[in-house]
């Protein structure tokens, strides 16, 4: 009988400067632990936050239970994804309100969304609480390249008053690696890439300018070791690396589109040297590698901060020249709400191309949409009242076959978000006795 | 002042007069009615709370019920004060935890300047003192409880709450003082059961809770506030309102 050596689940492609690492493969199911292929996968985590709130009008489906009727219109765009979606109703983040200490909504609701305490009001000493993704990749993140990977789409500073004396610190980031010290989102799809594949060399963004005039795929680097590998391959795995490997290619030719347009494209304010100046763009590059760290296993642990917290960014690609918190403290003008609506309908309809880009990933007879949980939501609902109360939120995917998706779970009024983060950490293998102002865990959500 | 209101309500004419001399003092600006929450595991014991904020031009509120424990039915009182009134509290989802609740809303009070009634069992007390989080907050906002079953380890001062604190007095409502709303509960629960018990102990604790410990209650004290009218709000109005 002929055996052959599995291979590792840390393989590496490796070439000058590039690191590949590999997307789960059958070749490695003996080198595999039981827990892994080719039964359960590791689940993965993601939180998608958009901010200054949703129109919860136009969000929120008429019926509790199985989602059987059409979507409203915010969330159409995921219509065909409806089996995959689990919408959650009457979560509350308390720590957002004001309590005591007044005006500063966007500041309150972004700075604590992921940890449920109610962040200092500062912009010098600021305080608020690690987040439930540090927590998580505090505690499995050995397992895999990159603990946690905090991403966004828009640049932001990181100091001085943003809201009311709130820290730009709180409106800027989502995840928290201590009380003190936020962890902030990289903007650059390039700076992604080069972190997800590269060796973890820093290059100047001269360096990268030189490396580009000369620039050739990051696969002929590692083709050699692609070669050898493949020879070693049955055919399912040959096709699983072809394509995995491909959709790598595809997303260094957005890259360079998105550079070349960027040489081109004068957006009128300073820009990281590989952002795409379209805002679809940039977040189809985004959530690209993030489907393939995911693939791959290099993280687990994903925040993804869209836009941030009290942002005025316009939307001209969808024709909205008007900046999107002002839009959204619309004073009940039909013409100001619609417009707030098809801002709200353009970020999940982004969303929507990730979900189906996780579900296209196979993973033995799954996919990565099921092997996870992918939070999207906003840390406000009614962006003009700033409430903090019933926070639009949706998880796609199964986190493993934990969550019965396909349904709108209603829980009880000012149920705290935290009870859902609490019952997240229990999927990812985290246990916590207790988590910011959980009351609980979050009853409904599982299969039973 | 933000005042908790804790009951089994609904099983007692006392809490209803009790509340409606609450909100009362909330109207006059004396107190603001923080959070009601009930140890009735009944949609119609927090559908009435719903009916007495809307009645009394109280914010609108999440409404904390308990889900398990005793009480359960729908005595013959509770049925008289919501029969033909408009409740929107259908189901449990409609309701909040009331632990969370208190420990919520008392996190919007200065430190002592929050207190609790508690006028039925003890469960939703012990319940918030559970909360890991509770505690510090319980300790720093809530000056005083009145509590007629209060845990054992309340970390703040506590006055017991028994019928003896309405000894003496004689305040008799008659269902035709709360004329002024078309569908009172207390006129509505009063018109079924006219010989209802009352000891008045509630709404005594209600005005100490409010006016202070020193606070004389007399009849002519409850005759002139319980059943009155509240007054007309001045509300913030918001975009949006």
């Known amino acids: 009988m002929m055996t052959r050596k599995a291979l590792s689940r840390r393989t590496m492609l490796r070439g000058a400067g590039a690191a590949i690492a590999l997307p789960a493969m059958d070749a490695m199911a003996p080198a595999l632990r039981a827990s892994q292929l080719p039964g359960p996968k590791p689940v993965r985590m993601a939180f998608v936050y958009v901010p200054n709130g949703i129109d919860m009008r136009n969000w929120t489906p008429a019926a509790d239970g199985p989602l059987t009727a059409e979507l409203p219109?915010?969330?159409?765009?995921?219509?065909?994804?409806?089996?995959?979606?689990?919408?959650?109703?009457?979560?509350?983040?308390?720590?957002?309100?004001?309590?005591?200490?007044g005006a500063g909504d966007h500041g309150r609701c972004c700075g604590g969304y992921l940890s449920g305490v109610q962040p200092r009001k500062t912009f010098v000493d600021i305080k608020a609480g690690i987040s439930m993704d540090q927590i998580v990749a505090n505690q499995?993140?050995?397992?895999?390249?990159?603990?946690?990977?905090?991403?966004?789409?828009?640049?932001?500073?990181?100091?001085?008053?943003?809201?009311?004396?709130?820290?730009?610190?709180?409106?800027?980031?989502?995840?928290?690696?201590?009380?003190?010290?936020?962890?902030?989102?990289?903007?650059?799809?390039?700076?992604?890439?080069?972190?997800?594949?590269?060796?973890?060399?820093?290059?100047?963004?001269?360096?990268?300018?030189?490396?580009?005039?000369?620039?050739?795929?990051?696969?002929?680097?590692?083709?050699?070791?692609?070669?050898?590998?493949?020879?070693?391959?049955?055919?399912?795995?040959?096709?699983?690396?072809?394509?995995?490997?491909?959709?790598?290619?595809?997303?260094?030719q957005q890259l360079e589109r998105a550079e070349k347009d960027n040489s081109i494209i004068n957006p009128g304010m300073d820009k990281p040297y590989g952002v795409p100046a379209d805002f679809a763009e940039h977040f189809k590059l985004m959530t690209n590698m993030i489907t393939v760290a995911f693939q791959a296993d290099l993280s687990r642990v994903v925040t993804f901060l869209v836009t941030h917290e009290g942002t005025s960014r316009p939307y001209r690609e969808i024709g909205i020249a008007d900046?999107?918190?002002?839009?959204?403290?619309?004073?009940?003008?039909?013409?100001?709400?619609?417009?707030?609506?098809?801002?709200?309908?353009?970020?999940?309809?982004?969303?929507?191309?990730?979900?189906?880009k996780l579900k296209a990933a196979k993973e033995g007879d799954s996919n990565v949409l099921e092997n996870s949980m992918i939070v999207y939501g906003a840390g406000l609902s009614d962006g003009n009242r700033h409430t903090h109360e019933d926070l639009p939120t949706l998880i796609a995917g199964n986190g493993g076959g934990y969550i019965k998706s396909g349904r709108r779970i209603t829980?009880?009024?000012?149920?705290?978000?935290?009870?859902?983060?609490?019952?997240?950490?229990?999927?990812?293998?985290?246990?916590?006795d207790h988590f910011g102002d959980a009351t609980g865990r979050l009853a409904g959500l599982d299969l039973a | 002042?933000?005042?908790?209101?804790?009951?089994?309500?609904?099983?007692?004419?006392?809490?209803?007069?009790?509340?409606?001399?609450?909100?009362?003092?909330?109207?006059?600006?004396?107190?603001?009615?923080?959070?009601?929450?009930?140890?009735?595991?009944?949609?119609?014991?927090?559908?009435?709370?719903e009916v007495y904020q809307k009645l009394y031009g109280g914010r609108p509120m999440a409404i904390g019920m308990c889900t398990s424990g005793q009480g359960k039915e729908t005595g013959s009182l509770l049925a008289a004060a919501v029969e033909g009134q408009t409740i929107s509290v259908k189901s449990e989802i409609d309701t909040a935890e009331p632990h969370g609740l208190i420990r919520n809303v008392l996190q919007?009070?200065?430190?002592?300047?929050?207190?609790?009634?508690?006028?039925g069992p003890g469960g939703n007390l012990k319940d918030l003192l559970g909360l890991p989080t509770a505690l510090p907050?319980?300790?720093?906002?809530?000056?005083?409880?009145?509590?007629?079953?209060?845990?054992?380890?309340?970390?703040?001062?506590?006055?017991?709450?028994?019928?003896?604190?309405?000894?003496?007095?004689?305040?008799?409502?008659?269902?035709?003082?709360?004329?002024?709303?078309?569908?009172?509960?207390?006129?509505?629960?009063?018109?079924?059961?006219?010989?209802?018990?009352?000891?008045?102990?509630?709404?005594?604790?209600?005005?100490?809770?409010?006016?202070?410990a020193e606070f004389q209650v007399t009849d002519a004290v409850l005759q002139e506030l319980v059943a009155a009218k509240p007054a007309p709000r001045q509300r913030m109005r918001f975009f949006g309102d």
């Open chain 2, 137 to 212: 907050v319980v300790k720093s906002k809530v000056k005083v409880l009145y509590a007629a079953d209060a845990p054992a380890n309340w970390p703040t001062p506590v006055v017991k709450v028994t019928a003896e604190m309405g000894a003496g007095l004689n305040y008799q409502p008659k269902a035709e003082d709360f004329a002024w709303a078309e569908k009172h509960p207390v006129a509505l629960a009063l018109a079924k059961e006219p010989n209802a018990k009352l000891n008045r102990a509630a709404m005594v604790a209600v005005l100490k809770v409010v006016r202070g």
């Open chain 1, 411 to 432: 829980a009880r009024r000012e149920t705290p978000m935290s009870n859902l983060f609490l019952t997240m950490m229990d999927r990812m293998g985290v246990q916590v």
């Open chain 1, 140 to 252: 499995i993140g050995s397992k895999t390249r990159f603990a946690s990977l905090e991403l966004g789409l828009e640049d932001a500073r990181q100091a001085g008053d943003c809201d009311s004396g709130y820290s730009c610190a709180y409106t800027n980031n989502l995840a928290w690696r201590s009380e003190t010290q936020p962890l902030p989102p990289i903007l650059d799809p390039r700076v992604l890439f080069e972190r997800l594949f590269g060796t973890g060399a820093e290059l100047s963004p001269e360096a990268r300018a030189q490396r580009a005039k000369y620039r050739r795929s990051i696969l002929d680097f590692v083709m050699g070791d692609t070669r050898k590998l493949e020879a070693d391959l049955g055919p399912t795995d040959r096709r699983k690396l072809d394509e995995y490997l491909s959709s790598i290619r595809s997303i260094e």
């Open chain 2, 1 to 49: 002042m933000g005042v908790v209101f804790d009951a089994s309500f609904g099983d007692s004419l006392d809490d209803l007069l009790a509340l409606s001399l609450l909100y009362l003092l909330d109207s006059k600006n004396e107190c603001r009615v923080a959070a009601m929450t009930t140890t009735k595991p009944n949609l119609g014991s927090a559908g009435l709370y």
């Open chain 1, 323 to 356: 900046g999107h918190h002002p839009l959204t403290h619309h004073m009940n003008k039909p013409e100001l709400i619609e417009k707030v609506t098809q801002i709200n309908t353009y970020h999940a309809q982004q969303f929507a191309g990730w979900v189906e």
């Open chain 1, 73 to 101: 219109r915010i969330l159409k765009p995921l219509e065909p994804f409806k089996k995959d979606i689990t919408i959650l109703s009457n979560l509350t983040h308390n720590g957002g309100r004001a309590l005591l200490d």
């Open chain 2, 108 to 119: 919007a009070y200065h430190d002592g300047n929050a207190a609790i009634l508690s006028t």
